[in-house]
């Protein structure tokens, strides 16, 4: 069993579309352990993101991502983190695979609908930033 941290992002929760999306979750096989619905302050965008920091699209990044509240969660199954990336497909929706959630949902590159770890170190990381083990109910 493997765990991988999940952000359904403000596009989603906007258009109350995060049913639909744990949906296609669960029917991976995958489990949500934990969830939360919260509202990312700049400062915690900005550190979750500081990989990007660099990055042109950084600052509208920062501010798509605290626009709107969040569901941050843990998913949980075999595989966990390739598992949720193979679900969720490409970064940019024109580029995603059929079904894929991104490519039912998202609406451009940043407005992508949904974040997912890209690794196990990154998820482990990714998780400890949003959660304490005794929310997490596996
Ligand atoms: P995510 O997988 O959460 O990782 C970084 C996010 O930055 C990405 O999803 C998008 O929301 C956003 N992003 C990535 N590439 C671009 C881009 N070329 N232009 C705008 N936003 C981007």
New binding site residues.
């Given amino acids: 069993m493997q765990r991988t941290f999940s952000?359904i992002?403000p596009d989603a929760t906007k258009r109350n579309i995060t049913g639909s999306i744990n949906n296609i979750i669960e029917d991976s096989g995958l489990r949500i352990i934990a969830q939360k619905r919260i509202q990312l302050s700049v400062s915690q965008a900005k550190e979750f993101?500081s990989i990007?920091s660099e990055?042109?699209?950084f600052n509208?990044?920062i501010k798509?991502?605290t626009s709107e509240p969040v569901i941050v969660q843990v998913l949980e199954g075999s595989e966990a983190v390739l598992t949720y990336r193979n679900i969720m497909g490409a970064?940019?929706p024109n580029q995603a695979d059929e079904g894929t959630i991104r490519k039912l949902h998202a609406l451009?590159?940043?407005?992508?609908s949904?974040?997912?770890s890209v690794s196990n170190v990154n998820a482990e990381k990714e998780i400890n930033f949003f959660f304490k083990e005794d929310e997490i109910v596996g």
């Fill in positions: 952000i992002k993101y990007h990055k042109s699209f509208d990044l798509y991502m970064t940019d451009n590159v940043q407005e992508n949904v974040h997912g």
